[in-house]
């Protein structure tokens, strides 16, 4: 599955990744947005508080 992260940048990220996937990612166990540096590719870092949207392309 591909997602497209779109940050409040607007940057643009595709990932190949299962949704579940990406959720345990950037949610933390209470499902809250974590507010922290989490890697999503290899050498490649974010702040799910600072994504604006996400997509499901397949």
Request: glycine content about 2%.
């Given at each position: ?19 579940n ?38």
């Open positions: 599955m591909r997602i497209k992260v779109v940050m409040n940048s607007g940057k643009e990220y595709v990932l190949q990744m299962e949704q996937d990406f959720q345990s990612l950037v949610l933390t166990q209470d499902e809250s947005v974590r507010d922290e540096l989490i890697e999503i590719h290899p050498s490649l870092y974010i702040n799910p508080s600072h994504i604006s949207s996400y997509e499901i392309l397949d």
